[in-house]
């Protein structure tokens, strides 16, 4: 990976500027104004907090996807030299716009997986905070890397930490990826307990602030099965050379094993800002006087292994990463579907496993998927997953 240069201001586009990491991705420009501009917002629904953000960081462009929101915003804005833009389509085309020089991809789920290939073919650099992209179509976007001037930089805590102890050091000499899960707000629970569990329930993080879908998928564990999954596409590091580790404290981030025993680890607060200050400042850090760790104040860091018994979703996150070609792009689709349900209470916390567990099952595989190929998958899953939830 090239590092991004940051001896120049540099115009960021944020897709999922009104999400959580969209809204911390703010935070740091507004940290270094200097450096930083926020050139485009991107909103799905949010009119309003979308408005609020184009008001306070003027960017070049606004696009809210929602059509029905369009007139809000645009008219809101309309005393502003903004360009208002609706559609999905116009995200990946604005992304390629050559007065971007970072895309933040934070928009949720495999709706960022279009504008992320747009942005590659573009050449852009890229700051990931869309773990989907690389769960769905990893193959793809690995082959496109090879061909493309971009580079991709990750945002999520975890990957960030891998990053940082990988510098300098021979992917030769890597061992295993060792991958730190908080363990959610179940990990204490009987698996009796979890299958009562409510979406008030799931959505009570013992230690991060996130969007209520990957909040859910947290407590489910499949967010570190996405996890597992990116690492190994971004890392070039095979599944069987990732092991999950359960750190429930949250502060060390990600360690890597080399080859003659040696294990590097990146501690932090668990503060999303770190990763994302560290992502857009690369190549070297940028100061800050946010709160520091104080190692003093944790005297005691615990790991244990995850149960997969209680946690099923990771087996199965193994098991398409085993299998290749679409699989993950299916188990993601069903998952999307069934975290969804679950919000709206129509089905049981562990009927999320159930539902990702029997349409992969079912889903047409495809061993070396186009980009076509993705959006079938994506479709014909989403069907027959709501299908189960429909009977």
């Given at each position: ?201 799931a959505l ?92 003093a104040d ?83 899953v989403r ?9």
């Open positions: 990976m090239n590092s991004i240069e940051v001896n120049r201001k540099k115009n960021i586009a944020i897709l999922g500027s009104t999400g959580s990491i969209g809204r911390q991705t703010l935070d740091v420009i507004s940290e270094y104004p200097g450096l930083f501009r926020a050139w485009l917002l991107v909103a799905n629904t949010s009119a309003d907090l979308l408005i609020e953000q184009a008001l306070a960081y003027r960017p070049e462009y606004v696009i809210i996807s929602s059509e029905a929101c369009y007139g809000k915003v645009r008219d809101a804005l309309a005393h502003l030299p903004i360009k208002v833009l609706t559609g999905h389509s116009s995200i990946a085309e604005v992304v390629t716009h050559p007065d971007v020089d970072v895309v933040v991809t934070a928009m949720v789920g495999y709706s960022g997986l279009e504008p992320t290939i747009s942005a590659v073919k573009a050449g852009k650099a890229i700051a990931l905070a869309n773990k989907e992209t690389l769960v769905v179509a990893g193959e793809l976007i690995t082959r496109m890397l090879k061909t493309s001037k971009s580079v991709i930089y990750p945002v999520d805590s975890e990957h960030g930490a891998f990053y940082q102890c990988l510098v300098g050091e021979r992917s030769s000499d890597v061992s295993k990826l060792i991958l730190t899960a908080s363990g959610g707000p179940f990990r204490t629970w009987s698996k009796d307990r979890i299958a009562t569990a409510r979406a008030c329930d009570k993080h013992p230690n991060w602030s996130m969007g209520a879908k990957i909040t859910i998928d947290s407590a489910s564990m499949m967010n570190k099965g996405f996890e597992m999954i990116e690492a190994k596409w971004l890392f070039g590091v095979p599944h069987n050379r990732i092991e999950i580790v359960v750190h429930p404290q949250s502060i060390v981030h990600s360690m890597v094993e080399y080859c003659d025993g040696s294990v590097k680890a990146q501690l932090g607060l668990p503060d999303m800002h770190l990763p994302i200050r560290y992502a857009l400042g690369l190549p070297g850090r940028l100061k800050s006087d946010s709160r520091k760790l104080t190692v944790y005297a005691s860091l615990t790991f244990e292994k995850p149960d997969y018994d209680k946690f099923p979703l990771l087996g199965k996150a193994f098991e398409a990463a085993e299998r290749g070609g679409n699989a993950a792009c299916a188990m993601n689709a069903a998952n999307e579907v069934a975290v969804a349900a679950f919000l709206k209470g129509q089905i049981k916390f562990y009927d999320i496993y159930n539902i990702v567990d029997k349409s992969m099952a079912a889903a047409t595989f495809v061993p070396r998927p186009s980009y076509d190929d993705y959006v079938a998958t994506n479709a014909e069907r027959y997953a709501q299908s189960l939830i429909n009977l």
